[in-house]
């Protein structure tokens, strides 16, 4: 069974950094896509950042020039590095990757980790 285990959330001040971690574990063949998500109370989950296998990115407008997202295939791992928060960045933060799992492609999800911005 596959599982993604997220880290480094946490409480941090406007103008503060914050590197999340997510490591996929388990039965894995392969990764392709790995991203990042976010979902604020009362809205809908949304995309922060997405890389591909060879190292491709995708921004969120919101985010672009202050996020960057990364990925170490040798350890099953990415990152978002995010500096310059903002109040707005506040959100459970989902790690997401797709996962040739040996019966096909899935998508996983982590449980979350909450990222919160304030003063």
């Known amino acids: 069974q596959v599982q993604l285990r997220e880290s480094g959330g946490g409480l941090v001040q406007p103008g503060g950094s914050l590197r999340l971690s997510c490591t996929a574990s388990?039965?894995?063949?392969?990764?392709?896509?790995m991203g990042w998500y976010r979902q604020a109370p009362g809205k809908q989950r949304e995309l922060v950042a997405a890389i591909t296998r060879v190292g491709s990115t995708n921004y969120a407008d919101l985010v672009k020039g202050r996020f960057t997202i990364s990925r170490d295939n040798a350890k099953n791992t990415v990152y978002l590095q995010m500096n310059n928060l903002k109040p707005e960045d506040t959100a459970v933060y989902y790690c997401n990757a797709d996962i040739h799992d040996g019966l096909g492609n899935r998508a996983y999800w982590g449980q979350g980790t909450q990222v919160t911005v304030s003063s």
């Open positions: 388990g039965r894995i063949f392969f990764i392709d896509a």
